[in-house]
């Protein structure tokens, strides 16, 4: 049996993760509720422990794929597999708003394998925004720029052709702006590589954070970038 002292840092542990944690016996019931489990849920231990079963708090949700398949077993009140199990669902929380979250189940036995319960851990599913899905798109297409993340050379001169056919067509206004960075070659001589590296990549970002979301921004060259802005005349500026 462990002494208080072990109890009492195990219990710190899991009052500290930044983590859903809870655990259900054989029959479904949730026996332990963390600290975290009531922050990303809004039920308090009160609210749950010996009263909810955990089915009460999940509906399915979508995984990558879509709906979860059938074949998969589902992470609530599953005990019996005999290694972990993980899935994304929805939990409702006590104000009725729905949560997209990773929950994996556990299974809990004895020294002699019987099945005591489940042990489960759950935490929000990061989903990318619409202009990172973009961004990870272009560069399975290899259409980004490796060191700063920007329009390659080619996506960029691309981008511009474009908006001088359709200018020729259309005589909407727009813009290209080059940028260029001074001094490089001295301070590659003296603080190397790297430190020039991380320099492009700053600027990359500032002039990036600039500009508006309908604008396009590339590396033009080595040390020159090439931001194209739609709609914009003299009067823009």
Not at 122 to 136: H, I, K, M, S, T
Not at 181 to 196: C, H, K, S, T, W
Request: net charge negative; proline share 6%.
């Amino acid at each position: 049996m462990q002494d208080s002292g072990e109890q009492l840092i195990h219990r710190m542990v899991l009052e500290a993760l930044p983590l859903g944690v809870y655990a259900v016996n054989r029959d479904g019931k949730i026996v332990l509720w963390s600290a975290g489990a009531e922050q990303l849920s809004g039920y308090l231990r009160q609210d749950v422990l010996g009263r909810l079963r955990e089915e009460e708090l999940w509906e399915e949700g979508e995984n990558e794929n879509g709906a979860m398949p059938e074949a998969q077993p589902s992470p609530v009140g599953s005990m019996r597999e005999p290694h972990p199990v993980k899935g994304r669902l929805s939990l409702r929380t006590k104000s009725g708003r729905f949560v997209q979250v990773e929950l994996e189940s556990v299974p809990l036995r004895d020294d002699v394998g019987r099945i005591l319960g489940a042990a489960k851990i759950f935490q929000p599913v990061c989903l990318p925004n619409p202009e990172q899905r973009r961004q990870d798109k272009l560069g399975a297409f290899g259409a980004l720029d490796p060191l700063t993340g920007l329009l390659n050379h080619s996506m960029i001169q691309a981008h511009l052709r474009e908006s001088l056919s359709l200018h020729a067509l259309y005589p909407v206004p727009f813009s290209v702006i080059c940028f260029s960075v001074d001094g490089l070659p001295r301070m590659r001589e003296r603080y190397g590589q790297a430190a020039i590296d991380t320099i492009l990549r700053m600027v990359a970002r500032t002039i990036e954070n600039g500009l508006h979301a309908t604008d396009f921004v590339g590396r033009w060259l080595g040390e020159e970038f090439l931001a194209i802005l739609p709609n914009a005349g003299k009067t823009t500026f």
